[in-house]
């Protein structure tokens, strides 16, 4: 389908690896969280808890502060190829580009200001710091929280906005919501599930992909 400056086109990005290389939130939970918390991961992985209990029960082993946390990753995010390329073509093109992302507002906000992206319009778990741990939530649009279904929730908005939605991920979190989009950019286990399912998709490794096929 070719996306035409006609059509009110919006691209609905994935954060953690899809934007960056790896997960930065494995990076911050490796580094500093003081408890299993890959145990945690496997229950998400098996899908006997959602992404939600995951990061609020992982990051709540994060004793550490906002500024230590920042310092830690700095410089260490990489960036996949492609993205700055796909920013300025959504710019060119009039598209909306939206990131939404189970990851952890803090640091996306501040990786995108360190590569001078920080004004990409953001939506991510909320992070409060505290000696005994790091407090996550997930904000729904009506102010009251929500254990999962985040990007669920945003792309549901953005189709009653009346927006085409262009959807790039590459988790389990993202299949969900990925379904609602007229358009899927797949890599990993978003991937993995199309094939599976016989879900249309476009494979992509760098950003540059998505950027010819669009």
């Not at 006997?48 to 209990?53: E, L, T």
């Not at 909320?126 to 929280?145: C, E, I, N, T, W």
Request: hydrophobic residues 40%; aromatic residues 10%.
């Amino acid at each position: 389908m070719s996306l035409s400056r006609a059509i009110k086109t919006l691209v609905q990005c994935d954060f953690d690896g899809t934007i960056t290389e790896d997960d930065t939130s494995y990076l911050i939970l490796d580094s500093f969280g003081q408890g299993d918390w890959r145990q945690l991961l496997k229950e998400y992985k098996e899908h006997r808890i959602s992404v939600g209990q995951f990061n609020t029960q992982a990051f709540a082993m994060v004793k550490a502060d906002k500024p230590t946390l920042l310092q830690a990753i700095k410089g260490k995010v990489k960036i996949r190829d492609g993205f700055h390329e796909l920013v300025d073509y959504c710019i060119k093109r009039g598209f909306r580009l939206v990131i939404v992302s189970n990851g952890l507002e803090f640091y996306i906000k501040a990786i995108l200001e360190e590569i001078g992206r920080e004004n990409i319009e953001t939506y991510a778990a909320q992070a409060q710091f505290h000696p005994s741990g790091m407090r996550v939530q997930y904000m729904g649009l009506d102010g009251k929280q929500l254990n999962d279904g985040l990007k669920e929730a945003y792309i549901k908005l953005f189709l009653r906005q009346g927006y085409k939605v262009v959807y790039v991920g590459n988790g389990d979190s993202d299949v969900i919501a990925a379904q609602y989009a007229q358009r899927i950019f797949a890599r990993g286990e978003l991937l993995t599930y199309c094939k599976q399912n016989k879900l249309e998709c476009t494979p992509f490794n760098s950003l540059v992909d998505v950027i010819g096929r669009l």
